[in-house]
C-alpha cells in the first residue's frame, strides 16, 4: 500500500515538471510573438496594431478621447488600460501615424503624456492612406471570440524602420533604430529599381551619429550618438540637441554625478528647454571649454553607445535580420499589397462593367415588358434570361440568377429616363479604367515607383534628415578628466598615493591617470592612482604618465655598477605595463641614478659635474650640455660621462626644447586635429604659434593648436596664423549694397575679431586671403547704351594701406560690378585664381569666392 502511493507521488511530480516545461515554452512563445517582438509586415507590435484598427472603427474626422480608444481597444487586447495608453503615446509622440491633440508628453524632457481623459486623438492622412485597407487585409478573432482583429494591417510603406522598435522577450531581444521617412522611400525605389543603397538611423531628438559600426542594424553593430555642444563664450556651452533614448533630465543628472565625481569642473547648469532643447552650462574661468566638452562626452550621457540588434516576426517565427533585407522585405510586401489592390480593383471594374452592359441590355431592348403579365416569380426569372440571351455574346462571365434579380430591382424611375449615349459614354468611362488597371499590372514596378513618388510628395515635406552624420574622434578620458585627487609621496617608506596627507604633496591628477615613479636603483615602473601603493624606498621622481607620449624626454646620469663608470642618455618612457619594473641603469648590482630631470616638451638643461678627488683625474669640473645628447631608447647604455667617480651633479642652465616643431594636420571628416597626417597639413607649430581661422560670417579667431580644439563651425580658411603677413579682404557691404576691401592685421587675443564692421543679411565674404602681390581684376556691366566698361586692373597693396581690423576699408569702385578676379603673385601658382558672378548681390553670406588664405 505504501510502495503504491510512492508511485503515484513520483507519477504526480513527474507529470507536474512536464507541465512546467511546456507552460514555460508557451508563455515565451506567448510574449515573444504576441507582446514584445514586431511583425516585419506591417512594423507593429500586437498592442499597437490593436490601437490602430480600434483607432480606424472609431475615424470620422474629428478628434476622440484617448480614453475611449483605449477603452474600445480592450475589446481586443487581453490587458489593462495602462499599457494600451502608454502605447499609444509613444505612437503619437511619433509624430507619423496618430494626429495629437493636448499634452502628450515632451520627448526632449521625458515629461509624461496628461492623463487619457484630457488627450485627443485621430488618425492623420497618412495613416488612413497607407496603412489600412480592409479589402486586403486578413482577419482573426480576437481574444474572446466576439469580435474580430487584423492579423497584419496591411501597411504600403517600411513603417518598422521609420518607428523603430524596442522590446524585450523571452530569451531574446529586439532594437530596431528609427530611420528618415524621405530615405526610406528613396532607398524603396532604389531597391525597385535594382540599385544598391543604405540606410542609416535618424531621431527626432536631432543630434550627431557616428554609423561607422553600424553593420547595417545586425546584432553586434553599434552606433555612437552624441548631443550637440557649441561654445557661447569661452566660459559658456549650450546643449542644443540630445542624443537618441537620453532627455534633458537625464543628461543634466549625468553631468552633475560627473561633476561631483571631480570628472568635470562646472560652475552652474540651468535648463531652458521648452520647445527646443537649450541646457547651458557656465564653466569656471580657468577650465578649457573644448576640453569640457570632450570630457562630457567622455564622462556623461552626451555620448551614448546603442547596440541594434534587428529582430522580427516572419512567419509566426522570430527572425533576426539586417535593415536592407527588413526593407526589401517592407518594398516587396508593398508591391504585392498594390497588386492585390489593383486585382481587386480590375475585378470590380468588371463587375460593374459587367452589370452596366446587362442594364443597357435590359433597357435598352424593352425585356421588362415581357414580365408585366408574369404572376409567378419562378416565370419572371425564366422570362428575363430567355430575353437577355440573344445579347450576352459580348459579355465577360456568364449571366447569373444573381444579376436577373438586380435587373428586377431596377426601379421604374431609372427605365424611364434611360439615356442610351450615358450608359454607352459609362461603360466607355468603364472600359478606359479597366485598360488602365490591366496596364498598372502589366507595369507593376513603374506604378510602385510612382506610387511611392506620390507618397514622398505628399507626406514628405518637413521630414527631413534631423540627425548629423558624423564620424567621432575617440576621446582620451585621461586627457580630458580633470585633475581631481592630491597626489602624495613618502620618499622614505617608498609610498605613493591620494590617502597621505600627512607626506609630502606632489601635484593634482585625475583619478584615472598613470603614474611614473624612478627609483635611486634606476628601476622605473607605471601604477595607477590609487589611495595607497608601495613602489619601493629610495624613490628618486614622480609623475603624471601619458601612454605612447613621445615629447615627455627624461635626461638621466646613471653610475654602473658600485664603482663603475658613468653614463647620460635621453629617452622617452612609452611601451610600458602597469606594476612592471623596467631596469633603466645597467642591470649590475649597486647601479644608481646620478641626476634625472623630467621634460615635457624635451627640454635639455646644462649640469655641472664635479669629480670626486684623484690623482688620476685630469679635469675634476666640467659642464655637460644635454642638447649634444641624441634621444633614445630607455633600454640604451647611453654615452661615457666619466670613468672616475662623480661627486655630485648641479644644475648650471635650464634649456629649450630640442624637439622638432610639431607637424599638424586637420581631419575634415572628424573635424579635429592630429599628428598622425589624417587630412590637410596646416604647417609646422612650436611655442605660441596659433591657428586662423574665419568663418563665413566673417569671424576670425586665433585658436592654440593644441589637439583638444574643437572646430565645429564651416570655416572658409583654416590655416597657421602669420602675424607679420597682413591679410586683405574683400566684402559687400548688404547695408550699403557696395563692394570694399581692407588689409590690416589681425590681433594677438583669444576672442572672435569680426572682419565686416557690421552683419547684414545681404553681407558676405567675397575674398579673405593674404595681400603681398595679390591683385583685383574688376569687370563691370553694359551701360544703359550696351557699352561694355573696360576692365580695371588694381594692385591690392597700392589701393589701400594697412588699417586696423575694425576700420570699414575703401569702396572697391564706384556703380556696379559685375565680377571680380583675384590674381594672385606667381609663386603662388598652386592656389587657382578664381572668378565668380556678383551681378546678384543678394546670395547671402559665403555666397562669393573663397580663398585659402596661406
Same mark, same amino acid.
Given at each position: ?324 533585407? +527588413?526593407? &526589401?522585405?517592407?518594398?516587396?510586401? @508593398?508591391?504585392? %499589397? *498594390?497588386?492585390?489592390?489593383? $486585382?481587386?480593383?480590375?475585378?470590380? !471594374? ?33 422570362? +428575363?434570361? &430567355?430575353?437577355?440571351?440573344?445579347? @450576352?455574346?459580348? %459579355? *465577360?462571365?456568364?449571366?447569373? $440568377?444573381?444579376?436577373?434579380?438586380? !435587373? ?37 514596378i513603374p506604378y510602385a515607383i510612382t506610387y511611392f513618388l506620390n507618397i514622398q510628395k505628399k507626406y514628405g515635406k518637413g521630414k527631413e534628415r534631423k540627425t548629423e552624420i558624423r564620424v567621432f574622434d575617440t576621446i582620451d578620458a585621461t586627457k580630458v578628466a580633470v585633475a581631481n585627487v592630491k597626489y602624495y609621496v613618502n620618499y622614505k617608506e617608498g609610498f605613493v598615493g591620494t590617502s597621505l596627507r600627512k607626506d609630502e604633496y606632489l601635484f593634482d591628477c585625475s583619478d584615472i591617470d598613470d603614474i611614473i615613479v624612478f627609483r635611486r636603483d634606476g628601476v622605473v615602473q607605471i601604477v595607477k592612482v ?325
Amino acid at each position: 500500500m505504501i510502495e503504491d502511493n510512492i508511485n503515484e507521488e513520483e507519477d504526480r511530480l513527474r507529470s507536474v515538471s512536464g507541465l512546467y516545461k511546456d507552460w514555460f515554452l508557451d508563455y515565451a512563445s506567448y510574449v515573444i510573438l504576441d507582446r514584445a517582438i514586431p511583425s516585419v509586415f506591417d512594423g507593429f507590435k500586437p498592442v499597437q496594431r490593436r490601437i490602430m484598427h480600434s483607432m480606424r472603427e472609431l475615424e470620422d474626422g474629428r478628434y476622440n478621447k484617448v480614453a475611449n480608444i483605449v477603452g474600445n481597444t480592450m475589446k481586443y487586447h487581453p490587458h489593462g488600460d495602462t499599457s494600451i495608453t502608454e502605447a499609444m503615446v509613444q505612437l503619437g509622440q511619433k509624430e507619423l501615424l496618430i494626429d495629437t491633440q493636448g499634452n502628450w508628453g515632451n520627448v526632449h524632457t521625458g515629461d509624461s503624456a496628461a492623463a487619457a481623459r484630457y488627450i485627443e486623438a485621430r488618425l492623420t492622412p497618412f495613416a488612413l492612406e497607407v496603412v489600412f485597407n480592409p479589402k486586403t487585409t486578413h482577419w482573426t478573432k480576437s481574444y474572446d471570440g466576439r469580435n474580430r482583429e487584423p492579423v497584419d494591417l496591411p501597411v504600403k510603406f517600411p513603417l518598422l524602420l521609420d518607428q523603430g522598435v524596442e522590446g524585450i522577450g523571452v530569451g531574446l531581444s529586439t532594437k530596431i533604430l528609427p530611420h528618415n521617412f524621405n530615405e526610406l522611400i528613396d532607398a524603396s525605389i532604389s531597391c525597385l529599381k535594382g540599385k544598391p543603397f543604405r540606410l542609416f538611423p535618424d531621431f527626432l531628438t536631432k543630434g550627431m551619429l557616428d554609423v561607422s559600426e553600424y553593420n547595417d542594424g545586425k546584432r553586434g553593430g553599434r552606433v555612437r550618438a552624441r548631443a550637440k555642444i557649441t561654445k557661447k563664450d569661452n566660459h559658456t556651452l549650450i546643449i542644443t540637441e540630445l542624443p537618441f533614448s537620453k532627455t534633458t533630465g537625464g543628461i543634466i543628472d549625468s553631468i552633475l554625478k560627473a561633476n561631483e565625481k571631480g570628472k568635470i569642473r562646472i560652475k552652474r547648469i540651468e535648463d531652458n528647454t521648452s520647445d527646443h532643447v537649450e541646457i547651458i552650462i557656465h564653466l569656471h574661468p580657468e577650465v578649457s571649454p573644448d576640453k569640457t566638452i570632450d570630457a562630457l562626452y567622455a564622462f556623461t550621457d552626451c555620448q551614448v553607445s546603442i547596440s541594434p540588434n534587428a529582430c522580427v516576426i516572419i512567419g509566426d517565427q522570430p527572425t533576426f535580420s539586417s535593415v536592407t533585407e +527588413i526593407l &526589401k522585405l517592407n518594398t516587396d510586401h @508593398t508591391v504585392s %499589397l *498594390l497588386k492585390k489592390e489593383l $486585382e481587386i480593383e480590375l475585378e470590380e !471594374l468588371r463587375e460593374s462593367w459587367h452589370f452596366v452592359s446587362l442594364e443597357k441590355i435590359f433597357i435598352e431592348n424593352r425585356i421588362y415588358r415581357d414580365i408585366e403579365e408574369i404572376k409567378t416569380w419562378e416565370e419572371v426569372i425564366s422570362t +428575363i434570361k &430567355k430575353g437577355i440571351s440573344p445579347f @450576352t455574346k459580348h %459579355l *465577360l462571365r456568364t449571366v447569373t $440568377e444573381e444579376d436577373i434579380i438586380k !435587373l428586377t430591382e431596377i426601379r421604374i424611375k431609372r427605365i424611364s429616363r434611360f439615356d442610351l449615349d450615358k450608359f454607352r459614354e459609362n461603360i466607355a468611362t468603364l472600359e478606359g479604367k479597366i485598360e488602365k488597371v490591366k496596364h498598372h499590372l502589366e507595369h507593376l514596378i513603374p506604378y510602385a515607383i510612382t506610387y511611392f513618388l506620390n507618397i514622398q510628395k505628399k507626406y514628405g515635406k518637413g521630414k527631413e534628415r534631423k540627425t548629423e552624420i558624423r564620424v567621432f574622434d575617440t576621446i582620451d578620458a585621461t586627457k580630458v578628466a580633470v585633475a581631481n585627487v592630491k597626489y602624495y609621496v613618502n620618499y622614505k617608506e617608498g609610498f605613493v598615493g591620494t590617502s597621505l596627507r600627512k607626506d609630502e604633496y606632489l601635484f593634482d591628477c585625475s583619478d584615472i591617470d598613470d603614474i611614473i615613479v624612478f627609483r635611486r636603483d634606476g628601476v622605473v615602473q607605471i601604477v595607477k592612482v590609487e589611495a595607497k601603493t608601495f613602489v619601493g624606498k629610495d624613490i628618486l621622481h614622480v609623475g603624471v604618465w601619458k601612454k605612447n607620449d613621445r615629447r615627455t624626454i627624461y635626461n638621466m646620469i646613471y653610475r654602473e655598477g658600485k664603482n663603475g663608470a658613468s653614463y647620460m642618455k635621453r629617452f622617452p618612457a612609452i611601451s610600458m605595463i602597469r606594476n612592471t619594473e623596467y631596469p633603466l641603469a645597467s642591470p649590475e648590482k649597486g647601479s644608481e641614478i646620478l641626476y634625472l630631470s623630467g621634460n615635457p616638451n624635451g627640454e635639455a638643461e646644462v649640469v655641472h659635474v664635479t669629480l670626486k678627488p684623484s690623482a688620476r683625474v685630469r679635469k675634476q669640473k666640467f659642464d655637460i650640455d644635454f642638447a649634444e645628447l641624441t634621444i633614445k631608447g630607455r633600454n640604451s647604455k647611453g654615452n661615457l660621462v666619466s670613468k672616475f667617480p662623480v661627486r655630485k651633479i648641479e644644475l648650471k642652465k635650464k634649456g629649450g626644447s630640442t624637439l622638432a616643431p610639431r607637424k599638424i594636420w586637420f581631419d575634415e571628416t572628424i573635424k579635429r586635429l592630429n599628428t598622425e597626417g589624417r587630412g590637410t597639413l596646416l604647417g609646422t607649430f612650436r611655442g605660441d604659434d596659433k591657428i586662423l581661422a574665419v568663418s563665413r560670417r566673417g569671424e576670425a579667431r586665433l585658436l592654440s593648436f593644441d589637439l583638444s580644439t574643437r572646430f565645429d563651425e564651416e570655416y572658409i580658411i583654416l590655416e597657421k596664423w602669420q602675424p607679420q603677413e597682413p591679410i586683405f579682404c574683400v566684402y559687400y557691404d548688404g547695408t550699403k549694397k557696395v563692394y570694399f576691401i581692407k588689409r590690416f592685421f589681425l590681433e594677438s587675443t583669444s576672442g572672435i575679431q569680426n572682419i565686416m564692421p557690421a552683419f547684414h543679411p545681404l553681407s558676405f565674404i567675397e575674398y579673405v586671403g593674404k595681400s603681398r602681390g595679390c591683385k583685383i581684376e574688376i569687370f563691370y556691366p553694359k551701360d544703359k547704351n550696351g557699352k561694355e566698361k573696360a576692365p580695371e586692373l588694381i594692385s591690392v597693396e597700392d589701393f589701400i594701406a594697412v588699417k586696423g581690423i575694425k576700420a570699414m576699408g575703401n569702396q572697391l569702385a564706384k556703380g556696379k560690378i559685375k565680377s571680380i578676379k583675384i590674381i594672385k603673385p606667381p609663386e603662388e601658382t598652386q592656389e587657382i585664381s578664381e572668378e565668380k558672378d556678383n551681378s546678384d548681390p543678394q546670395r547671402g553670406v559665403g555666397g562669393g569666392i573663397l580663398g585659402s588664405l596661406f
